[in-house]
């Protein structure tokens, strides 16, 4: 019979990606991580004694407490977590039982760039259409769920990043930008290793709308009729970027889980 605290390494990998993941916190001792330093996607690290501080940084919000294999840390902390009136599980197997099983990724954990107050800061063009708004949802379903992002006119991008030690991102020469004739998405696809199936779909249409190539995928259009209504639609862009993290939220489910489905009006019906 499972544990009442624990969520196997399945279930998990289930909600990764999706609006409902709960926040996963990484509390491997030092040496263990150092040995193999790489994240469950969207996962930050914090130690097991700083208890205190992590309640704070939950929020409240429910978390997957995370070690090497499962056991004292994670249970021991998962438990205390519980008795404060926090909803907490531990990952069953721990980050052994992820590593070795198929289909899971893993962030490397020196891509992610360095936290400001907290979390990673990035910042871009203002206005933002696909890959503007692609690549925020991507960062924030499978790197760093608290991470900001800053808008601003594209002849300061560079200016603010300096000032405020923010990553710049989709703009020329710079490390998260479009490549060849691929765009900024699969720029971070590579960089996170975060290739699959569902990604890789998701990133073609992301691609092909961005690029102007809607010939490469059908749905590119749809995107952009989407992506430019939205624009228009808010002045405001972190409003926008809020909307449209739904947007693709609901692309990655199809990408995963309906990319085969089709619809059609019923035969013989008036």
Not at 29 to 48: C, S, T, V
Request: glycine share 6%; net charge neutral.
């Amino acid at each position: 019979m499972p544990a009442p605290n624990e969520i196997t390494v399945d279930q998990l990998n289930r909600l990764i990606g999706t609006p409902d993941c709960p926040v996963i916190v990484d509390i491997s001792i030092d040496p263990d991580f150092d040995e193999d330093p790489h994240l469950i996607p969207g996962a930050f690290r914090h130690p097991h004694s700083d208890i205190a501080g992590l309640k704070t940084r939950l929020m409240g919000r429910r978390c997957i407490v995370v070690c090497q294999k499962g056991a004292k840390l994670s249970q021991g902390l998962v438990a205390w977590l519980k008795a404060d009136g926090l909803s907490a599980e531990y990952l069953k197997g721990g980050n052994h039982a992820w590593r070795d099983s198929v289909d899971t990724h893993r962030v490397r954990a020196n891509a992610i760039p360095s936290p400001v107050d907290g979390a990673t800061l990035w910042v871009t063009r203002h206005r933002p259409k696909i890959d503007r708004i692609a690549c925020p949802w991507l960062i924030s379903r499978f790197v760093d769920r608290d991470a900001r992002f800053l808008f601003v006119a594209p002849a300061e991008v560079l200016g603010v990043a300096e000032r405020y030690s923010a990553t710049p991102f989709d703009i020329p020469d710079v490390a998260f930008s479009h490549r060849g004739d691929t765009c900024t998405f699969d720029t971070m696809l590579d960089t996170f290793k975060l290739r699959s199936a569902a990604l890789d779909r998701l990133a073609k249409v992301v691609r092909a709308a961005d690029t102007n190539r809607h010939a490469d995928a059908p749905e590119a259009a749809g995107l952009l009729a989407l992506s430019v209504g939205l624009s228009r639609q808010y002045k405001d862009d972190q409003l926008q970027l809020k909307a449209g993290m739904a947007l693709y939220d609901a692309l990655y489910r199809w990408a995963r889980d309906g990319h085969e489905e089709g619809h059609d009006w019923p035969q013989g019906r008036a």
